[in-house]
């Protein structure tokens, strides 16, 4: 079975190991704000995982995620977790920051082209 099939599995496994102050699901991104909403103006990102690493929140495409890299990555972060992280994320720094803080910060995503975690310092 291709890890396309077992995706949904995964989700799940994941949704229900973070508990969920410390994780979006199915976060919706703009991707292109230039193109109409059903060809590619949007994105998902199957988890968004609160600051946990470093002080970096971490946006998971689960194609792309091994289980047992996962699981093994939960246990060494599972106590790390603030209660609040979620709620000061959204109430205190996106709903209260402008359109450019935002588009500063860093961010990364898999690269498809060099096979690697491509870092994005601001937009």
Not at 69 to 88: C, G, T
């Amino acid at each position: 079975m291709s890890v396309l099939q077992n995706k949904p599995v995964l989700q799940a496994i994941v949704e229900s190991l973070l508990p969920l102050k410390y994780h979006i699901p199915e976060l919706l991104l703009v991707v292109n704000g230039t193109k109409l909403k059903s060809f590619g103006h949007f994105g998902y990102s199957d988890i968004f995982v609160l600051k946990g690493i470093e002080d970096n929140n971490v946006s998971l495409e689960l194609k792309y995620t091994s289980l047992v890299n996962l699981i093994k990555l939960i246990e060494i972060y599972k106590n790390k977790f603030n209660a609040n992280d979620l709620e000061n994320l959204d109430k205190i720094i996106i709903e209260k920051a402008n359109e450019k803080v935002l588009l500063k910060r860093s961010y990364s995503y898999w690269s498809k082209e060099y096979g690697e975690t491509t870092f994005i310092k601001y937009f």
